[in-house]
């Protein structure tokens, strides 16, 4: 009881995101995929014409969303703070990185939940994944890894990435006739379904907010408990599981098992070190997928560069035999995984100093 | 003795509040001022420091965040 109290913020704003999740796909969003921000910046990269997947191009307004209402919310609480300076290119390829494990896996931390909630066993091993993953990086953090400061600049670099968002919904709203060009949506697979823009936008701008407030983290939230023994950020992701297995159980939309789930693949080697590779990436950058769109929200245009890292991730991804599918992984997974594995490490190896 | 100053402006997510805390439970603390610029990285430091007996603290807000942090 003495542990709601002092964590029903975060572990309200983790419920919310569960429900709501749930409930986007019931207004027709993927299956296990009411919110993966992994799945839907590669569906962005798709619409943009960066890969040729046809099945998964879509402008989705939940990351729009995200990025303008934590905007909004930081503007309005006073916590809007252009920053930056803190290694980008490293960022860069960090997100890049990222999103290479998270489409070998097929899905953010986000997702890994949803699909654990969802009755899709295969997400286990990206869990445990996923726990690795941040465990090496505790390690690097304890060995006094990190990528130096950020320092406060122009009020306008922190507007470059809500303009950004913002661009994208009117290409989204407007689709404008572009001669055999972007933007592309997908007319059949995962891309081509998708609850009302209305609705998405509505419900992620929400969460926007509430993350921003609450500092929502799935990768923090492994990370705090490895590093602390602080199980506030977990707190938030355990509401976020549990209701969205509830929500998912009344809306019938709970089938346990490890063949045949949506958008899944049963390597679990694959599914497995796919998320290690993700979950240090993240470790290493500060925050989840999702952490990192919140943000870029509210002025941290490091973060930013993380996010365009994972658009690029995906298109590179798609286009090179990288990302998996239904039917497996694809025939350079695994190398592509391993080069990133190696990227990370040396990261953490190589990039450390005393700070106090 | 001067009190210590612990600068960790523009760090990402851990380093404030875990250098933080390295350095509340070192043998040798004997009061520290902690500089912060983000109003996340005061709440994560607020947070660990209610789980220390014997250390209180006050915080000072200006263009950044002074977290005073002294035994008793």
Redesign the interface.
């Known amino acids: 009881m003495e542990f709601f109290k002092k964590h029903w913020k975060i572990i309200s704003c983790g419920i919310f995101i569960g429900i709501a999740a749930t409930l986007l796909q019931k207004f027709g969003n993927p299956a296990n995929m009411g919110i993966c921000v992994a799945c839907f910046e590669r569906d962005i990269a798709g619409a943009l014409g960066f890969h040729r997947a046809a099945i998964v191009q879509y402008i989705r307004p939940e990351i729009l969303a995200f990025v303008l209402g934590s905007f909004v919310s930081s503007l309005i609480f006073k ?1 809007f ?1 252009p ?1 930056g300076g ?1 290694l980008p290119l490293v960022r860069f390829f960090l997100g890049f990185f990222a999103m290479i494990g998270a489409l070998v896996f097929l899905g953010c931390p986000w997702r890994a939940f949803l699909r654990l909630a969802g009755g899709d066993w295969n997400a286990i091993a990206a869990f445990a994944g996923l726990v690795i993953g941040v465990f090496i990086g505790v390690q690097f ?1 304890k060995g006094g890894y ?2 130096g ?4 600049t122009y009020k306008f670099t922190g507007l470059i990435m809500p303009l950004l968002m913002l661009s994208l919904l009117l290409l989204l709203l407007i689709k404008p006739i572009v001669p055999g060009g972007a933007p592309f949506f997908s007319e059949k697979g995962p891309g081509s379904q998708h609850a009302p823009i209305f609705i998405s936008f509505a419900i992620a701008f929400f969460i926007g907010i509430f993350a921003q407030r609450t ?1 929502f ?1 799935t990768m ?1 939230a492994v ?2 408990i490895i ?2 023994r ?1 199980f ?1 950020l977990a707190s938030g992701v355990i509401g976020l599981l549990i209701f969205a297995f509830l929500s998912n159980a009344i809306l019938g939309q709970f089938k346990p098992g490890f063949a045949g789930q949506p958008i899944a693949h049963t390597n679990q080697v694959w599914n497995f070190l796919g998320m290690v590779l993700a979950g240090l990436a993240y470790a290493l ?3 989840c997928p999702g952490r990192q769109l919140f943000l870029s929200g509210e002025g941290d245009i490091d973060a930013g560069v993380f996010v365009i890292g994972m658009v690029v991730g995906a298109g590179f991804a798609h286009n090179f035999g990288v990302a998996a599918s239904p039917a497996g992984i694809g025939p350079w997974s695994a190398f592509a995984v391993i080069v990133g594995l190696l990227f990370c490490l040396a990261t953490g190896v190589f990039m450390r100093k005393t ?2 | 003795m001067s009190k210590k100053i ?10 404030p ?3 933080t ?1 390295k ?1 509340v439970e070192d043998p040798s603390f004997d009061g520290l001022e902690v500089i912060v ?4 990285s005061v ?1 994560n430091i607020q ?2 420091l209610s789980g220390f007996k014997g250390v209180s603290y006050t915080v000072e807000e200006g263009e950044d965040f002074k977290v005073n942090i002294s035994k008793g």
């Open positions: 916590e703070k920053r803190s953090i990190n990528l400061r950020n320092y406060p500092r983290c923090g990370r705090d590093l602390m602080d506030h950058a500060g925050g700070l106090a | 612990l600068d960790l402006r523009g760090l990402s997510c851990p380093q509040v875990f250098e805390k350095a610029d983000t109003k996340t709440e947070r660990l």
